[in-house]
């Protein structure tokens, strides 16, 4: 059986998409790719370093050099549907804080030594376009789902993103449906936030210094279900409060439970005037608790 291979540039001014064909036999032959589909087999998308990319020589005989050495998104498309191969922008392309007009600023570890591996400067960013930022990464989320929410004007943007937090927020909602409760969809309130982007809610009782959510593993999260884009009734009490998030928690503690190797943070946020209760879910590696769980 044939399959079509779609190559399509991260660039904006990109227009043209150049289709080749070749065979089933040859998409078996990349390697792993049963596996990329992680944990809860809803994974769409595979993150590149292009060092990563490099040690994947079907890439380049598939697409091209190019999939190895320019940003951009690679869709693999048969009788299966579609899963995308999508190469980083490396880490040293950000010059004084920027790449291009998109301002992403200093991560920790730029000023000094990181405490831990998992405090590492990322190994690149995903370049979001404005007609590639609809990329199904997974069957329920897409690439403009973890954006930072600022420049909203600006494109290219710049993402750190990590498939094991995708794969996670996955099975969280696959849990809540196992487990009786109505869940439609995980909105993801806040993904990656940029190191400038961080730092304006740094502060007592504000945002960590160096917080999940610059390193692509963390995103706060809550249960849509209907029109109204706010937490919904998750113990079905008739009201919508901090006991909708700990059953949202309750999913997270019990994936981490099966799924050791995806451990991270599990937080509860009460609801303000500006938004409802929300949980926070990363995979940082290391349990952590915090909020009425």
Request: hydrophobic content about 40%; glycine content about 8%; charged content about 25%.
């Amino acid at each position: 059986m044939a399959c079509a291979f779609f190559l399509a540039f991260a660039n904006p001014g990109y227009a043209e998409a150049r289709v080749a064909t070749t065979s089933a036999r040859v998409l078996a032959r990349i390697p792993l790719l049963d596996s990329l589909k992680g944990r809860s087999r809803k994974l769409r998308a595979s993150f590149l370093s292009p060092t990563r990319a490099a040690g994947i020589p079907l890439l380049r005989e598939l697409f091209g050099d190019s999939a190895v050495s320019r940003a951009g998104v690679y869709a693999a498309n048969d009788n299966a549907g579609s899963f995308h191969f999508i190469t980083m922008r490396p880490f040293a392309d950000k010059i004084e804080g920027r790449i291009g007009r998109y301002r992403i600023g200093f991560f920790p570890s730029e000023k000094r030594v990181a405490r831990t591996a998992a405090y590492r400067n990322p190994d690149g960013f995903l370049e979001v376009t404005s007609l590639n930022q609809d990329t199904p990464i997974s069957e329920h989320f897409r690439l403009r789902d973890f954006l930072t929410h600022d420049q909203a004007a600006v494109w290219p943007k710049y993402l750190v993103l990590r498939e094991p937090l995708v794969d996670k927020l996955e099975l969280v909602l696959s849990e809540l449906r196992s487990m009786g409760v109505p869940a439609s969809r995980l909105r993801i309130m806040s993904g990656f936030r940029t190191p400038q982007y961080n730092q304006q809610g740094v502060g007592a009782g504000g945002r960590a210094q160096d917080s999940r959510h610059q390193y692509g593993d963390a995103a706060d999260v809550y249960v849509v279900n209907g029109d109204r884009d706010w937490m919904s009734d998750l113990n079905r009490d008739g009201r919508v409060d901090t006991r909708d998030a700990q059953v949202l928690a309750q999913a997270a503690e019990n994936v981490e439970r099966e799924h050791p190797d995806l451990t991270g943070g599990v937080g509860i946020y009460k609801a303000t005037s500006a938004h409802g209760p929300f949980v926070h879910i990363d995979v940082r590696g290391t349990r952590a608790r915090w909020g009425a769980l």
